[in-house]
């Protein structure tokens, strides 16, 4: 059992348990047309549990957030050389969106990354994904870059990015 990170009206945010993979894959495979292998989701939780988490409403997941950690050319520094959580993927339920399930999520996952001192988060959002785009900005992510033809399909993402103090 994980000790509740934060309840919004009847929802719980908490760290994903292996029990929660299967759940969250379906949750994925609803929601967004990028989907992952079993394995991927096993690693991102075994290496990073500190920022994956799950979102519960009465026993039944509605929402996840899945993130890793990596080593590279910062967002914000020129030439510097930092480590990066990356949100690999959020998500929620249709019928559970407007309610700060999704800002909740990400708002737990930039303290998991914090918890590893990561010095940013980045992510990418298709550039038509105009919610997810608005949510981050909230947060205080700054698009970063534009990346041409980043998806299958075709259509160009968003780099943004937030950068820590500490
Ligand atoms: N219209 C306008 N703004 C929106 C909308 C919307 N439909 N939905 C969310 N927002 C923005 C608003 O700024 C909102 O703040 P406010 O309520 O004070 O106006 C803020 O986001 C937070 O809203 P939440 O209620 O916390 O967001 P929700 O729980 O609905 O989840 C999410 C947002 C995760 C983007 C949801 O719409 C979703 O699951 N979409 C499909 C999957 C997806 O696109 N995921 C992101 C892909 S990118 C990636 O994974 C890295
Ligand atoms: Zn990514």
Redesign the pocket.
Known sequence: MQVALREIGNCVIRRCDLSDLIPTMEINLK??PEHYSDYFYESLLAELPEAFLVAEVEKRLV?YIMCKIEYGFSNFKKLGFVKKGH??????LPE?????????LVQEAIGGVKLKKSDELY????CS????V??YE?LGFITKQRLKAYYRDGEDAYLMAIEFAY
């Open positions: 929601t967004l929402g949100v690999v993927s959020v998500a929620v559970h969106r407007r309610k700060g399930i999704g800002e909740g992510l990418e959002v298709r994904n105009s919610e997810a608005k949510l909230k």
